[in-house]
T-cell receptor, first 111, second 113 residues
């Protein structure tokens, strides 16, 4: 059974600081997704990583995938308050739109 | 391009009742997946439909069922509601023929009393 673990579960960071969220998964896959969820809202797609070594960047966020280590990272550079949200990674091993989500990382960026 | 829409957005039911939720995917998308989100269990996959056929099913009891119509719209039904079924139900659509982003709808928040 596929297990997806994220850490940390909660992250409080000051504006301007850098930090990394880690996503480990238990079964080989080259399909890894990152989503953002604001309180009371739905999921917003951030990144789709479909090969070993894939790196995607959007603004202050950068995601990477290492399929051999079964690890994806979401790096936050110079955090701003608007990045406060819960971030989920998700893995698909079926190629049939069945995502297994991590526990989520609640990010709080303080002034 | 219109996004994924879900109706209703909020629902209050009592134990033992049944409920039907609806999801309209993005135009051209043939895959619709359903997820349940609760504080305790997180986001869990319910099932996925592609071209009116269920391709994948999660580990939920038979009280949870779904279907997809020829226009790709999907419904999920929960019979004999239990308190633990209170959750945010999200549907997501994608092309379904190759790995790619699943786009999520706003969700239906179900409260079972």
């Amino acid at each position: 059974e596929l297990k997806v673990e994220q850490n940390p579960l909660f992250l409080s960071m000051q504006e301007g600081k850098n930090y990394t969220i880690y996503c480990n998964y238990s079964t080989t896959s080259d399909r890894l997704y990152w989503y953002r969820q604001d309180p009371g809202k739905s999921l917003e797609s951030l990144f789709v990583l479909l090969s070993n070594g894939a790196v995607k960047q959007e603004g202050r966020l950068m995601a990477s995938l290492d399929t051999k280590a079964r690890l994806s990272t979401l790096h936050i550079t110079a955090a701003v308050h608007d990045l406060s949200a819960t971030y989920f990674c998700a893995v698909d091993i079926t190629a049939a739109s069945k995502l297994t989500f991590g526990t989520g990382t609640r990010l709080q960026v303080t002034l | 391009k219109a996004g994924v829409t879900q109706t209703p957005r909020y629902l209050i039911k009592t134990r033992g009742q049944q409920v039907t939720l609806s999801c309209s995917p993005i135009s051209g998308h043939r895959s619709v997946s359903w997820y349940q989100q609760t504080p305790g269990q997180g986001l869990q996959f319910l099932f996925e439909y592609f071209s009116e056929t269920q391709r994948n099913k999660g580990n939920f009891p038979g009280r949870f069922s779904g279907r997809q119509f020829s226009n790709s719209r999907s419904e999920m039904n929960v019979s004999t509601l239990e308190l633990g079924d209170s959750a945010l139900y999200l549907c997501a659509s994608s092309h379904g023929t190759a790995p790619g982003t699943q786009y999520f709808g706003p969700g239906t928040r179900l409260l079972v009393l």
